[in-house]
C-alpha cells in the first residue's frame, strides 16, 4: 500500500513539474517578437553535449557543464559566416546587461577558425566582453546537431536544451531581453 502511495505521490510530482514546464513554456513563446519568434522551444529538454571544447582566451578547455547553474546563450559561429558578424554585437549588449551569477552568453567558434582571425573578427566588431571558445573538430557542434551557422542555443540551469534559434538574430532586441529577464527572475 506504501509503494503504491508513493507511486501516485511521483506520478503527482512529474505532472505537476511537466505542467509548470508547459506553463513557462507558453509564457515564453508569448514573448517572442520579431527575431525571436525562430526560437524553437523544446517539448523535452535534452541534455546538451558533454563534448571538450577550448578555451582561447584562457589556454584551456571546459564543457558545457562547467556553466551549470546558469542560462546559457550558447552561440555557434564562424569567423567567415556574415550573418555571425551582423549578430555577434547584438549578443555582447546581451551579455553587457544580463551576464553574471544566472546568466551567460558564451560563444563557439566552430570549425577551422585560426585564433588570431578570431581576436580580428571580435576587435572589428568592436567586442572585448565574450569569450573566444573553440571547437575545431566540430565536436560539440555534431553533437548537439548544428548543421549550419549562426545557431544559437538556450541552456537551462541543469545544463539542458530548452530552445533554439536557427540564423542571426537581435539578441539585444526588447523581445530577446524580455526572455531572458523572465528566465532569470
Known sequence: MRLIGSALLYLALAFSANAAMAADTAALKALAEGDMRKLVFADDPAPVSGRTFTLEDAAGSATLADWRGKYVVLNFWATWCAPCRKEMP????????????????????????????????????????????????????????????????????????????????????????????????
Do not use: Y
Open 90 to 185: 547584438t549578443l555582447s549588449a546581451l551579455q553587457a546587461e544580463f551576464g553574471g551569477e544566472r546568466f551567460e552568453v558564451l560563444t563557439l567558434a566552430t570549425g577551422r577558425n585560426r585564433p588570431e582571425a578570431i581576436a580580428r573578427f571580435l576587435s572589428e566588431a568592436g567586442i572585448a566582453n565574450l569569450p573566444r571558445h573553440t571547437d575545431p573538430k566540430q565536436a560539440v557542434a555534431r553533437d548537439m546537431a548544428v548543421l549550419g551557422l549562426p545557431v544559437s542555443v538556450l541552456i537551462d540551469p541543469e545544463g539542458r536544451e530548452i530552445a533554439r534559434l536557427v540564423g542571426d538574430a537581435d539578441w539585444h532586441s526588447d523581445s530577446a531581453r524580455a526572455i531572458v529577464s523572465a528566465l532569470i527572475r
